[in-house]
T-cell receptor, first 115, second 114 residues
Framework: AQSVTQLGSHVSVSEGALVLLRCNYS??????LFWYVQYPNQGLQLLLKYTSAATLVKGINGFEAEFKKSETSFHLTKPSAHMSDAAEYFC?????????????FGSGTQLTVLP | DTGVSQDPRHKITKRGQNVTFRCDPI?????LYWYRQTLGQGPEFLTY????????KSRLLSDRFSAERPKGSFSTLEIQRTEQGDSAMYLC????????????FGPGTRLTVT
């Protein structure tokens, strides 16, 4: 069984400050890891994914994440927050060895960007 | 690229009524997924299709729920005898089916059961 824990259901940062959203996963098999963003009343948009290639993954809108197997973590960062980054962020894991590849999501982190 | 579309975007129904939602995936995608998202939570997997075959179902998918993908293109999700606990956002996603492939999500159908 797989699971994802997102530490901090709400994170506030000032515009221009570093964004750090935490994600820890549990998986008995090699995982694929994803970060999605969701704006109000919309579906999820993929920010980036880790699929066992480079451990530092760059995504859209200046976001990046680093896979750390020893820490079972996949934290999302952005050097400088923008007002448009305010949204809910979800970390997700899927089973790289399975065929269905359904995603198991964390409970999300709501990011607020303060002017 | 028209993306994943879902219809309707919003549905209000009375308890005990049946509802049906439709999902149109990205045209070349052979995998289709349904998820349910309640307020303050991440999406939870419901079921998955490879082409027209329904290959996996979550235990969340009670016998009041049924999903089809008759020609391997669009999919429908039907909920019979709706209950207030069914109120949620129902999300559809599609993917190519290759290794490590990402899922593209539709805008969702928000169901409110009164």
């Amino acid at each position: 069984a797989q699971s994802v824990t997102q530490l901090g259901s709400h994170v506030s940062v000032s515009e221009g400050a570093l964004v750090l959203l935490r994600c820890n996963y549990s998986s008995s098999v090699p995982p694929y890891l994803f970060w999605y963003v969701q704006y109000p009343n919309q579906g999820l948009q993929l920010l980036l994914k880790y699929t066992s290639a480079a451990t530092l993954v760059k995504g859209i809108n200046g976001f990046e994440a680093e896979f750390k197997k020893s820490e079972t973590s996949f934290h999302l960062t952005k050097p400088s927050a923008h007002m448009s980054d305010a949204a809910e962020y979800f970390c997700a894991v899927s089973d790289a060895s399975g065929s269905a590849r359904q995603l198991t999501f964390g409970s999300g982190t709501q990011l607020t960007v303060l002017p | 690229d028209t993306g994943v579309s879902q219809d309707p975007r919003h549905k209000i129904t009375k308890r005990g009524q049946n509802v049906t939602f439709r999902c149109d995936p990205i045209s070349e995608h052979n995998r289709l997924y349904w998820y349910r998202q309640t307020l303050g939570q991440g999406p939870e997997f419901l079921t998955y299709f490879q082409n027209e075959a329904q290959l996996e179902k979550s235990r969340l998918l009670s016998d009041r729920f049924s999903a089809e993908r008759p020609k391997g293109s669009f999919s429908t999700l039907e909920i019979q005898r709706t209950e207030q606990g069914d109120s949620a956002m129902y999300l559809c996603a599609s993917s190519h089916g290759a290794g490590g492939d990402e899922q593209y999500f539709g805008p969702g159908t928000r169901l409110t059961v009164t």
